[in-house]
DNA sequence: TTGTAAGCGTTATCAA
DNA sequence: TTGATAACGCTTACAA
């Protein structure tokens, strides 16, 4: 048929839309991306071809031949599934708003090819920014090389200022000290407390809120009174057993997340000892968890949705990044906690 | 300088590497796709340029190019987290090995705008395949779509048999039964069931399995001691109510899952009822919540990261695809489980 | 065995 | 306000 090309099929194409509206495909690439100088005529005709054929631009493509990739990624090394999996909601609905996708990408920041991860996951980058979640909001290495880069990131819940990308900050201290403070009105006086892994950012916050909360009513944190855990609730019942398996045990335990609390109130009912009646149990982050025990937990809410949206947001916007993006933590009081016994 | 042009920087591309080895970049390209008909010498000579710049293909132009993205697209509407993180998990180690890259899509097939929101997916369709977790692996709707655009996916343990594309499947009959007989063995007659939602896959399977086992040894299951849940602890704990509220209550708990295992034990510890003295408790998936009870859980071993990961695979190999592919369930004896009373 | 040339569907440049 | 036309970096015919 010569020149005739009638096409029979397949995805709709700029230059679909443009024969059919009678105008260049670069005029209907303006209207697709909402540019100026187009006359409001020509606009609302291209409008309603691009509606009629219902055109979905081709984002390799795009990718290709423009700046961005309309792809964010998101990186994670932690163990905590739902802690993961609430940062990946609130990130990947705020992209499926807005047309972007979102790629996950797993990192092992202990494995001794850590340096290669990194280096593998840049070079093929192929992402408008990153998403880094705790603990790899703090990582040195991971924050220099996409530094080196010029890549976008946010930090969630970073310990450290740094000076690279945005930060999503908490006030882990000060929510801390909050909840310490309620457990001191109940007329606790001998709080154990279980605080996260070294290498995480939250850990030492968590812990300063708890000791300067004390120390604001002439107490200090005891020594025996705080044991370390990984953050998982395997290591909240060991960290229960040492703590309650003391003969002057404390009448309330503060555990840095909530399935170390789990664990704790596991081992307390292990040993015959009521909730809250014998013991009070505090959490932080008012995960799922939070709502499994019985009683429930008084914990910390930490918007974590919110904040890996925003976290989004800003990667999406393309405007320039601010430095620091403050959320406010709320105590939540549930049934766990009640007055010292005494 | 007329036609002596220096690429100072920016990412290495296939002229590059065609030009430092002085060949075309079609046998450059023949050598990163490594197809045949290029010489050991040429081939070699070419690896050589390829490894020194440290070539990366564009996955843009890749794609734009060719017919594959070397992206996969995972979709979960699931309300456990650490299920659909280690379904994640299991995909995304499988792509990162051969240079894919996982996109997560979130639906919700309960609401209103499903149709919609599959017609926006596939609209946009960017992956080279999708794989489908419960209860996606069973949704009529989007199952019906993907075969109409041709779209490759693979379902994780579905419930239906179905036309479209690959099953992941375990026996989850064979093990419920397996379990059942477990706790028949050890002397118990009157087994509280807590079932899955009916929409899901595996309710209506692990129900089979455990009336069978009953039917086996001359039982029946009671009508009275099948509560339903959605697999959520909390749901758990109500199905534990009722179970052992009754006075005639049973020995022991068969949940559908471990989660709501954990929530029967939380009820059966505040009603003062001892594990696995007073009370045995088994549960399904050994998820983490397994190993987070105390006594640890009795379960199944379901292999959700080998079965994401095969699915990943199948989903890659581009070859034709396989109807079905079974993996094996194991059944997991822990302390929630002992000698029925009396 | 190797190379040439034509797309792929956008965005970007620059002229009209 | 519009539109040719050249990239973008690759794959896929097809030729040599």
């Not at 310490?180 to 968590?206: M, N, Q």
């Amino acid at each position: 048929m010569g020149e005739m090309r009638l096409k029979t099929n397949g995805p709709v194409t700029l230059s679909d839309v443009a024969a059919r509206a009678g105008v260049s495909i670069k005029t209907v690439s303006r209207v697709v991306n909402r540019e100026a100088n187009v006359s409001s005529a020509t606009r609302e005709r291209v409008e309603a071809v691009l509606s009629d054929l219902d055109y979905r631009p081709n984002i390799f493509a795009r990718s290709l031949a423009g700046s961005r990739s309309y792809l964010l990624s998101l990186l994670f090394d932690n163990p905590n599934a739902s802690y993961v999996h609430d940062l990946q909601l609130g990130a990947l609905r705020q992209c499926r708003a807005v047309g972007y996708h979102l790629i996950v990408e797993e990192m092992d920041s202990g494995a001794a090819d850590f340096e290669q991860q990194v280096a593998r996951l840049l070079q093929g980058s192929l992402t408008d920014g990153l998403i880094l979640t705790p603990p790899l909001s703090d990582n040195a290495l991971l924050l220099a090389a996409l530094a080196a880069r010029g890549l976008p990131c946010v930090r969630i819940a970073p310990y450290t200022a740094g000076e690279v990308g945005t930060a999503i900050l908490i006030d882990d201290a000060a929510a801390a000290a909050e909840l310490t403070t309620h457990l001191l009105d109940l007329g606790h006086r001998r709080i154990g407390f279980i605080e996260g892994p070294s290498g995480h950012g939250a850990t030492r916050l968590r812990y300063d809120g708890f000791a300067s909360a004390l120390r604001a009513r002439g107490l200090a944190p005891e020594p025996d009174l705080v044991v370390t855990g990984d953050f998982t609730s395997r290591s909240g019942m060991e960290a229960g057993e040492r703590l309650l398996a003391r003969p002057d045990r404390p009448t309330a335990i503060f555990a840095s997340n909530d399935d170390m609390a789990l664990g704790a109130m596991l081992t307390a009912s292990r040993l015959g000892l009521h909730i809250p009646e014998d013991l009070s149990v505090a959490g932080f982050d008012d995960s799922r968890t939070a709502l499994l025990t019985w009683p429930q937990l008084t914990t910390v809410r930490q918007p974590v949705t919110d904040m890996s949206a925003a976290a989004a947001r800003v990667l999406i916007s393309r405007e320039p990044m601010p430095r620091r993006i403050m959320f406010d933590l709320e105590v939540v009081v549930r049934g766990s906690t009640g007055v010292a016994r005494g």
